[in-house]
């Protein structure tokens, strides 16, 4: 048995089971070793009912005095009570829970474990967990893993599954040599591995993520310095000179480029007339301008006789693109075959594209990971753009530009991030910044504000919409969860209509719809055939819609800062004033301080500093920074020290032995190799 083996290695996992697990991205030992706890719970003392306030998660000992009552609402069935606690008393709830009735008994005391939420003037417990004296007497004081479960995967079948695995695993050998774990204060991967899943206490827990977060980026930055070397042997056989459409579109523009603009197409410029292939990051804040830029390097790529693509991560954005493209080369008398490729196209219309793309008719090409398809072949691509770029793995990245002959890469983010954590973790690109706003940009007006305001909001956002201008809410859940109380879009919608005129549109949209039900959302949201659109993250990735005026954020303590910017990014993009409302349920004095960052700051790159000064350890398994890079277990902010160590260890390493082959590297060397076969297209980069 080794890392690679499958989970039916292990007794007690079949077939059956295995396909339970592998819904959750568990296929090998290894997979189940690097599948780590998103958090971690405490459990405390528990507390009389008068103790309590909305929002906490808490505990209270008692009894249910009368069997509980169970009755049907919409498409719950709700089974409610009352605990009862020496002279004090709170109400209960769960949803879809009826057996609850049977399984506990009246006068019996229990422990019911669960989040506290208001109602009116009422307190009541929401969805507790139920255990007996002892067990929770066992629990108390000891750090419990929460792991992101799916259908059928239980924490139990988790913690046997592990169990066996460390126990039948050969941990004897660690590839990192001692030196580097004494000089970076770094526990043996045994322990680190075993600790992560089954902690005593926070210093444990502490010390076993240290060392898988110095891992994560460890190898994260030596692949991305592999990249970098290999790119840098290679030159292309085509050569490129300034073409005159680029300055025509930049003349034909209805406003004058930034100098920040300026600077970075410059520099792309002449990083497409060298003989080595370019490979350029451009970061720009929301409404920076980066789309402009992307044109014209595809108008350089087709003034020189070859073919740019740009690929995009959703169909709705890549039509966007594709029509504003078109529009301005119109507008601006230049002659460019431009072509869309998306998966929703019909046979007919997809045929004709390919034959377009094949013969070399279509300079320019624009569409989503469609562009990447087998059945694409291109005529003389030189030129690969990709948009929002977090949103695609290496590999797809790398998938396109194989599609030609070492083509030029650029990769486009609008994620803010300080500089000095970009050079590390965009170390297989050369880094551009747009750190400059067009002057017509209105400031979005911000508040952070606590559930309290929801009914004035709403009052706000039905003037907007009165006014012809539409909104979005946002909601970080899709449908209730028994683990966690937050504001889910399936729900909100429906209350959402009843609360406004029927006049007013009423739609949600989240990532579990298919693509055809989220492309039609968008497409009727854009044309403003809905005014309000209820959505989870999905929206993150630009979509244009100049007429959204309102940005409301449910749960916004739930979200990383960058992520909240990039939400907030999606208003303020017409001529009217916009506004984001960022609500909390939170009494933390450290989250309303993280949110008022937000209030006070429309400036990404300002932002993700602030952030980087206020996250430290209490933040690790808090909310995480969505959007910037997808590590397991890693947080380029929280973790930034951690980084900057891994970095100058893999620097000095590669300086000793640049092919990792030697003896004291060579188990590096081994695990590099493996880690970016299997690996590397899942961070996002």
């Given at each position: ?52 306030r ?68 009422n ?35 988790l ?125 720009g ?35 966007q ?9 119109r ?5 460019c ?6 998966g929703?196209?019909k ?23 469609a ?53 590390i ?123 959204a ?16 910017h ?59 920074q ?60």
């Amino acid at each position: 048995m080794n890392r690679q083996s499958p989970l039916t290695a292990l007794k007690g996992i079949g077939e059956k089971t295995a396909r339970v697990f592998a819904k959750a991205g568990i296929f090998t030992l290894e997979d189940l070793l690097e599948y780590y706890p998103r958090s971690y719970d405490s459990f405390q003392e528990p507390v009389m009912p008068s103790s309590l306030r909305d929002g906490q998660t808490a505990a209270v000992c008692g009894t249910i005095e009368k069997p509980l009552s169970v009755r049907r609402l919409n498409r719950y069935q709700v089974t409610t009570g009352k605990i009862r606690t020496g002279s004090e008393q709170i109400a209960v709830t769960w949803f879809n829970m009826p057996y609850l009735r049977s399984t506990i008994q009246p006068g019996c005391r229990y422990v019911f474990r669960g989040r506290v939420k208001q109602k009116g003037q009422n307190l009541f417990l929401q969805q507790p967990a139920v255990y007996d004296l002892y067990e929770y007497a066992s629990r108390t004081r000891q750090l419990q893993p929460v792991y992101p479960l799916v259908s059928g995967l239980t924490l139990n079948m988790l913690r046997k599954a592990l169990q066996q695995t460390l126990e039948g695993l050969d941990f004897s050998s660690d590839f990192l040599p001692e030196q580097i774990r004494q000089r970076r204060d770094l526990a043996d991967y045994r322990y680190a591995v075993s600790k992560i899943h089954f902690p005593r206490d926070e210093k444990e827990m502490l010390a076993a993520r240290r060392r898988l977060v110095f891992d994560e980026f460890f190898f994260f930055i030596l692949g991305i310095r592999k990249l970098k070397e290999a790119r840098k042997e290679v030159c292309h056989s085509y050569v490129l000179k300034p073409a005159e459409d680029t300055d025509r579109l930049i003349a034909g523009l209805p406003y004058q480029l930034t100098g920040a603009q300026k600077k970075v197409w410059a520099r792309i410029e002449a990083d497409m007339q060298k003989p080595q292939v370019m490979a350029r990051l451009v970061q720009g804040d929301v409404g920076s301008g980066k789309t402009v830029i992307a044109f014209l390097a595809l108008l350089m790529a087709a003034g020189n006789g070859g073919q740019g693509a740009l690929m995009v991560p959703t169909e709705v954005l890549a039509r966007q693109h594709y029509e504003a493209f078109c529009a301005l080369t119109r507008k601006c008398g230049i002659a460019c075959r431009a072509v869309l490729l998306t998966g929703s196209l019909k046979a007919s219309e997809k045929r004709d594209a390919y034959s377009r793309i094949e013969s070399g008719e279509a300079s320019v090409i624009i569409g989503t990971h469609a562009l990447i398809q087998e059945k694409v072949r291109y005529h003389r691509l030189i030129l690969v753009i990709t948009d929002e770029q977090h949103r695609f793995g290496v590999r797809q990245r790398e998938a396109l530009a194989y599609k030609g002959e070492q083509p030029h890469t650029l990769v486009m983010s609008a994620t803010p991030i300080p500089r000095t954590l970009a050079v590390i973790l965009y170390g297989d690109l050369d880094v551009s910044v747009i750190d400059e706003l067009p002057a017509s940009r209105l400031p979005i007006k911000n508040c952070v504000v606590d559930t309290g305001f929801r009914e004035k909001a709403y009052r706000f956002i039905g003037k907007e919409v009165a006014a012809g201008h539409q909104a979005y809410i946002i909601c970080p859940m899709v449908e209730e969860s028994e683990a966690i109380e937050a504001e889910n879009v399936t729900d909100y919608a429906e209350s959402l209509r009843e609360h406004f005129p029927p006049s007013v549109c009423v739609e949600y949209l989240h990532g579990k719809m298919k693509a055809e039900e989220k492309n039609e959302i968008m497409e009727r949201f854009v044309e403003n055939r809905i005014q309000i659109l209820v959505s989870t993250t999905v929206i993150e990735v630009g979509v244009n819609v100049p007429n959204a005026t309102v940005m409301m954020i449910e749960n916004a303590e739930r979200f990383g800062l960058a992520q909240l910017h990039q939400l907030r990014g999606r208003v303020g993009r017409g001529d009217s004033q916009s506004y984001c409302i960022m609500m909390h349920s939170a009494d933390s004095e450290a989250v309303k301080k993280r949110l008022e960052i937000l209030n006070r700051s429309n400036d990404g790159f300002e932002i993700a500093r602030k952030d980087l000064e206020l996250r430290g350890p209490g933040d690790l398994f808090g909310v995480r920074q969505s959007g910037i890079l997808d590590f397991q277990i890693a947080d380029p902010f929280a973790d930034a020290a951690l980084m900057q160590a891994a970095n100058e260890e893999a620097e000095k390493i590669l300086e000793e032995d640049p092919s990792l082959s030697g003896e004291t590297y060579r188990k590096i060397g081994e695990k590099l190799i493996s880690y970016m076969k299997n690996d590397m297209e899942n961070l996002n980069i």
